[in-house]
């Protein structure tokens, strides 16, 4: 059984405040890590694709980064806004399949 | 807007019937994915197609359930039968390239009574 792992499953953060959250996958057969933002009644918003060991990536005021070798990712957002409020999904690309394994997501509110 | 397109966006179909669920990709995209997400569940991967061919459909339930996408027009997956535990929401994704970041439409959600 391949699974995608996130925690928290969901968390308060006061506005302003800054906050993080992980994924873990499997590491072995690993192709590519896929971070989401899904808010409620829209479609998954692609933020992040992820391939290499040690992989950083900045969009605004949200970074990810990568170990494949132990299998885990964080997704940290700097100075939360309440447009922050989602749910925010990792899925793995992996396994030999060519869709994407998710995790259940991190669902994140923002308390003004 | 050249995103993802799905409809219906909801549809009720009652036990035995069938259910048929369009996806049009972003334009230039030929690469499409289908997921499902069960009550309470994420999302789980079912079939990856590119024009005229499945490429993986090893998330696919081994009966009832069909994809195709052809040389012209949208992407359809079809359910034959439906049963009440077919009841879910239905995404499609489109993709640039296999490993690409996946562009997702809006759902179809279908209600089986």
Request: with cysteine.
């Given at each position: 059984?391949?699974?995608?792992?996130?925690?928290?499953?969901?968390?308060?953060?006061?506005e302003?405040?800054s906050?993080?959250?992980?994924?873990?996958?499997?590491?072995?057969?690993?192709?590519?890590?896929?971070?989401?933002?899904w808010e409620?009644?829209?479609?998954?918003?692609?933020?992040?694709?992820?391939?290499?060991?040690?992989?950083?990536?900045?969009?605004?005021?949200?970074?990810?980064?990568?170990?494949?070798?132990?299998?885990?990712s964080y997704?940290?957002i700097?100075?939360?806004?309440?447009?922050?409020?989602?749910?925010?999904?990792?899925?793995?690309?992996?396994g030999?399949?060519?869709?994407?394994?998710?995790?259940?997501?991190?669902?994140?509110?923002?308390?003004? | 807007n050249?995103?993802?397109?799905q409809?219906?966006?909801?549809l009720?179909?009652?036990?035995?019937?069938?259910?048929r669920?369009?996806c049009?990709?972003?334009?230039?995209?030929?690469?499409?994915?289908?997921y499902r997400?069960?009550?309470?569940?994420?999302?789980?991967?079912?079939?990856?197609?590119?024009?005229?061919?499945?490429i993986d459909?090893s998330g696919?339930?081994?009966?009832?359930?069909?994809a195709?996408?052809?040389?012209?027009?949208?992407s359809?997956?079809?359910?034959?039968?439906?049963?009440?535990?077919?009841?879910?929401?239905?995404?499609?994704?489109?993709?640039?390239?296999?490993g690409?970041?996946?562009?997702?439409?809006?759902g179809t959600?279908?209600?089986?009574t």
């Amino acid at each position: 059984i391949l699974n995608v792992e996130q925690s928290p499953q969901s968390l308060h953060v006061q506005e302003g405040d800054s906050t993080n959250f992980t994924c873990s996958f499997p590491s072995s057969n690993f192709y590519a890590l896929h971070w989401y933002r899904w808010e409620t009644a829209k479609s998954p918003e692609a933020l992040f694709v992820m391939t290499l060991n040690g992989d950083e990536k900045k969009k605004g005021r949200i970074s990810a980064t990568l170990n494949t070798k132990e299998g885990y990712s964080y997704l940290y957002i700097k100075g939360s806004q309440p447009e922050d409020s989602a749910t925010y999904l990792c899925a793995w690309g992996g396994g030999g399949a060519d869709g994407l394994t998710f995790g259940k997501g991190t669902h994140l509110i923002i308390q003004p | 807007n050249a995103g993802v397109m799905q409809n219906p966006r909801h549809l009720v179909r009652r036990r035995g019937q069938e259910a048929r669920l369009r996806c049009s990709p972003m334009k230039g995209h030929s690469h499409v994915y289908w997921y499902r997400q069960l009550p309470e569940e994420g999302l789980k991967f079912m079939v990856y197609l590119q024009k005229e061919n499945i490429i993986d459909e090893s998330g696919m339930p081994k009966e009832r359930f069909s994809a195709e996408f052809p040389k012209e027009g949208p992407s359809i997956l079809r359910i034959q039968q439906v049963v009440r535990g077919d009841s879910a929401a239905y995404f499609c994704a489109s993709s640039l390239r296999v490993g690409h970041e996946q562009y997702f439409g809006p759902g179809t959600r279908l209600t089986v009574t």
